[in-house]
């Protein structure tokens, strides 16, 4: 670039960073209308429970047996985050909005590579906003947002085909969500059949990653002796 000569902006990468501001005002206001202190809500009592227990005794203690039906990573995650900031549910919280704001901001992302009309970019973007069950899950102590982002970080990677975010995104997800094996199923049968017609070694290797993504989930498996902890 010459001296003096001004950058070149991109009206289209202008147009997603505004978009992406406007998501965030929108669901920061979302959120502090409806009250980032209230009390729990449904499922988060217990779930919050856990992540204190996580977070009060060593992690290999706490894998033997909790009350929770879901794999561990949710709890860890959230754990560590408390034993830094605190363990309140306002903290916690912050942790949940900080990953919704990630998670939508994939979305916006590949919605508006992959859609032809911007007016349905935010149409969907808005109607996924403004769903009541997207803004108690990007609020509040549940264990369905980190899933989501580790689904929007699968589908990133595999748009730009980088086998590393695909790999930790399905091992991720599978630790946050059992269920989310049919994603990274999904994920693997795309990869393969890119293999089969174009016989390039990396589609090969991101397919035997990511069935070895769900390793660690195989060993929580046999520790519990099926896929939920004992209790």
């Known amino acids: 670039m010459l001296v003096g000569q001004r950058p070149h902006v991109d009206a289209d990468e202008v147009g997603l960073a505004g978009l992406l501001v406007a998501h965030l005002i929108v669901g920061g206001a979302i959120a502090l209308l409806l009250g980032i202190a209230r009390p729990p809500w449904g499922d988060e009592r217990h779930i919050v429970e856990t992540v204190r227990m996580f977070a009060r005794q060593p992690?290999?203690?706490?894998?033997?047996?909790?009350?929770?039906?879901?794999?561990?990573?949710?709890?860890?995650?959230?754990?560590?985050?408390?034993?830094?900031?605190?363990?309140?549910?306002?903290?916690?919280?912050?942790?949940?909005?900080?990953?919704?704001?990630?998670?939508?901001?994939?979305?916006?992302?590949?919605?508006?590579?992959?859609?032809?009309?911007?007016?349905?970019?935010?149409?969907?973007?808005?109607?996924?906003?403004?769903?009541?069950?997207?803004?108690?899950?990007?609020?509040?102590?549940?264990?369905?947002?980190?899933?989501?982002?580790?689904?929007?970080?699968?589908?990133?990677?595999?748009?730009?085909?980088n086998t590393a975010i695909m790999v930790v995104a399905s091992l991720c997800g599978l630790l946050f969500r059992q269920y989310f094996i049919f994603a990274v199923v999904a994920v693997g049968v795309v990869t393969f059949a890119r293999y089969v017609s174009g016989r390039k070694t990396e589609d090969l290797l991101r397919f035997v990653l990511l069935t070895a993504s769900a390793i660690p989930l195989l060993m929580l498996a046999i520790l519990w002796h099926g896929l939920a902890p004992p209790s």
């Open 59 to 161: 992690i290999w203690a706490s894998l033997q047996d909790y009350w929770e039906v879901t794999p561990p990573l949710t709890y860890i995650v959230f754990a560590t985050w408390g034993n830094i900031f605190g363990l309140d549910y306002s903290t916690l919280r912050i942790l949940t909005l900080l990953i919704a704001f990630g998670t939508h901001a994939m979305f916006a992302w590949l919605l508006w590579r992959l859609s032809i009309s911007r007016i349905m970019v935010f149409a969907t973007l808005g109607t996924m906003l403004l769903n009541p069950y997207t803004i108690g899950l990007s609020l509040f102590v549940f264990t369905d947002m980190p899933m989501l982002c580790c689904l929007m970080l699968l589908l990133f990677g595999l748009y730009s085909s």
